[in-house]
């Protein structure tokens, strides 16, 4: 045996701060605002989400393919009819033809995806909106009605204080 008797663990360490209710005033606080920055962030993404899924599908025109080698894809080159051209990475099996056409998404900024992605991107940006909006209700409702402090600590330290050996 070390010495040190259960109770005393921890005490005299750099950070100890003890079972009190200071100690878990100040852990509440902290979810508190992480609470809110977690609904915050799942908000802006979801709602970047809704957006791309609005952009339009075009039909993008093949003009490059670019073999990766070992990894097994293909780079390929798209340009929309309005100019913006992009590279996606696809398999060897799905790499289409030079000057073929594919269906494809023009994102926000010009990128552009193979397929029509709206249905994922609404799907994934209503999920995270969901999951935000109910995190800062719940965060809201946890600011009118806070928990009640519980301590472990029920007796004063001096209770169990074990005489010297």
């Not at 494809?104 to 552009?112: I, N, Y």
């Not at 029920?154 to 050996?165: F, K, M, Q």
């Amino acid at each position: 045996m070390s010495g040190v008797r259960e109770h005393q663990l921890g005490k005299g360490t750099l950070g100890y701060k003890g079972e009190t209710a200071e100690y878990y005033r100040s852990k509440r606080g902290l979810w508190d605002v992480a609470r809110w920055v977690i609904a915050a962030v799942c908000v802006a993404v979801g709602a970047a989400f809704l957006y791309a899924a609005s952009s339009p599908v075009v039909q993008a025109r093949v003009v490059y393919i670019v073999d990766h080698g070992v990894s097994g894809t293909n780079g390929v080159v798209l340009v929309a009819p309005d100019g913006a051209s992009s590279t996606v990475t696809v398999s060897y099996a799905s790499t289409p033809a030079i000057g073929s056409t594919q269906l494809a998404q023009e994102l926000p900024g010009g990128r552009l995806v193979i397929g029509d992605q709206s249905a994922t991107g609404r799907g994934a940006g209503l999920l995270l909106l969901t999951l935000g909006v109910g995190m800062a209700a719940f965060s809201f409702w946890r600011m009118r009605r806070p928990k009640q402090t519980v301590t472990t600590v029920l007796v004063p330290d001096d209770t169990y204080a074990l005489p010297p050996h």
